[in-house]
């Protein structure tokens, strides 16, 4: 019974003894504790701990200090912002040239499509400035009117642009106390108002303008407009005959006691007899041609007429205008500041025929218009012309007048020729290029009801229009792209465009 007993013992200590020798560390082994192997496994696990503390230590410590750094630029920019060091504030002055500077270098912010526009809240709080702009350097401005007729070889009549010569056209650039110019509304030219309409536009001071041509588009509405701008301002859309019909056919129009026609807010101002064969160049007529239209005004903004306004006339005023003592304001281009990048653009996307644009550049680049760089006097040569705002002074006047007659001459492309015109007028014409995301602020973006299209624009060469293709060429304007140039262009090398926008 005994021996019974003591063998399941026996059985059990025989079996951890087999455990205790299968272990990989057992004294016959010389392992243990402390053998090297064990001491390797610990020195290993020791490192592996300290690294992963000392990364998650410098993970913490590195962002840390790139908070403290961003604090500390962010201080610097609100002090900067109000140093009274000229340097660093024009850091924050998105108009001055160090800004621009950074800007170019790809150091400044990346600019948004619209921001705040910094207006007054209320405009019945707003005061309007007595009087008149002073006329110091141009007193007196008065407009060619009556001219020889043109013949096309088979008929005789007038131009609206007139026939201004290449000596006429360098005389206009040279300021005097008193000069004459051409401006368009020559006698029989075109472009003319009802009697109705006439009279209705002699009472209006301030005037909000837009225009459609070729039926485009229908009128958009204005929003956000206080009953003391209702009162003030005269809304005036300027069409043609065909977007009349195409206006009637697709809105409401009425008509008022005196045979007036409206749109809501706007009063329709119909051009009898178009001036141009080019749709694009009619449009120029009461955009650029403000003053001519509306003699009575003094003060307009224009707005392209596939845009909705949406900041109340009042408050644009006393932002562009009035707050620093301007008389003109348009806004910057989104993503050129060069005429010969602006051309570059028209080209590529097929705005008016390409041979053509580049005589328009040789001609302005052999005159001296050096493409926009940090040493000019202005933010760009190029700007936003879907939206123009001024005072009509004298100076402001010839400037709108110098600009039409380039864009009579050559190409339809307005935002070609203002630059140009600023150039020619040596620094004296004066006038506010505001933000590009402001000018995005102040309306609201409609689509065409179609899009323009004609044959001159895919022209790739000067011989397409030869034989047939004479029939491209217009027969009211841009002659001096067919007028002989004074001086030979065959040497002009237009400058290297470098395309600094995908979507310019």
């Not at 019909?245 to 005196?258: G, L």
């Not at 001036?275 to 224009?302: C, M």
């Not at 004609?454 to 047939?468: H, R």
Request: aromatic share 12%; proline share 6%.
């Amino acid at each position: 019974m005994a021996s019974e007993l003591q063998r399941p013992v026996s059985l059990r200590l025989s079996r951890r003894g087999d455990r205790f020798n299968q272990r990989p560390f057992g004294k016959d082994d010389g392992g243990g504790v402390f053998s090297p192997m064990r001491l390797l496994q610990l020195q290993d696990n020791t490192v592996k701990v300290l690294w992963k503390q000392g990364f998650v230590r410098l993970v913490i410590v590195a962002g840390i200090l790139w908070m403290l750094l961003i604090l500390i630029v962010l201080l610097f920019h609100v002090w900067s912002c109000q140093s009274s060091f000229s340097f660093f504030s024009a850091i924050c002055n998105k108009e001055s040239k160090i800004f621009i500077a950074m800007d170019l270098l790809g150091l400044a912010p990346k600019a948004e499509h619209r921001c705040p526009i910094p207006v007054t809240g209320d405009p019945e709080k707003i005061v309007i400035p007595e009087g008149r702009t002073p006329d110091v350097i141009l007193k007196n401005l008065t407009y060619i009117q009556d001219e020889d007729l043109v013949n096309n070889g088979s008929q005789s009549f007038p131009l609206f642009g007139g026939n201004q010569s290449w000596l006429q056209r360098e005389e206009s650039f040279k300021l005097k106390p008193s000069m004459e110019v051409h401006c368009g509304f020559l006698r029989n030219g075109g472009a003319d108002m009802s009697h109705v309409d006439i009279e209705y536009v002699k009472k209006c001071r301030f005037v909000v303008a837009s225009g459609i041509f070729d039926g485009y588009d229908v009128p958009h509405q204005p929003s956000n407009i206080s009953s003391r701008s209702k009162k003030l301002f005269c809304f005036l859309m300027v069409v043609d005959e065909v977007s009349l019909k195409f206006i009637k056919k697709n809105v409401t129009v009425r008509k008022d006691n005196d045979k007036g026609m409206w749109v809501g807010l706007w009063r329709l101002i119909p051009l009898k007899h178009p001036p141009y064969d080019e749709p694009r160049r009619n449009g120029k007529v009461p955009k650029i041609l403000t003053h001519r239209l509306f003699p009575q005004a003094q003060y307009s903004i224009w707005i392209d007429g596939k845009m909705e306004l949406i900041v109340d006339p009042l408050l644009i005023l006393e932002r562009y205008l009035w707050r620093d003592k301007h008389t003109y304001a348009i806004a910057q281009h989104k993503h050129h500041r060069s005429i010969y990048e602006e051309a570059d653009a028209n080209k590529r996307r097929k705005r008016y025929a390409r041979p053509l644009i580049d005589l328009h550049m040789k001609i302005y680049y052999h005159e001296g218009m050096e493409p926009w760089s940090l040493k000019k006097n202005t933010v760009s040569d190029v700007p936003e012309g879907a939206i123009i705002i001024r005072e009509h002074t004298a100076l402001n006047n010839l400037f709108n007048c110098l600009w039409f007659n380039e864009v009579n001459l050559f190409t339809p492309r307005d935002q070609l020729s203002f630059g140009y015109v600023v150039y020619r007028l040596n620094g004296v014409f004066k006038f506010f290029m505001f933000q590009n995301c402001e000018y995005n602020s102040l309306f609201v973006l409609h689509p065409h009801t179609r899009e323009h299209s004609s044959k001159v624009e895919w022209v790739k060469s000067l011989s397409e229009f030869k034989g047939s293709g004479n029939s491209m060429k217009e027969s009211r304007g841009g002659f001096g792209l067919w007028t002989p140039y004074p001086k030979n262009l065959d040497s002009v090398v237009l400058p290297q465009v470098v395309r600094t926008s995908k979507a310019g």
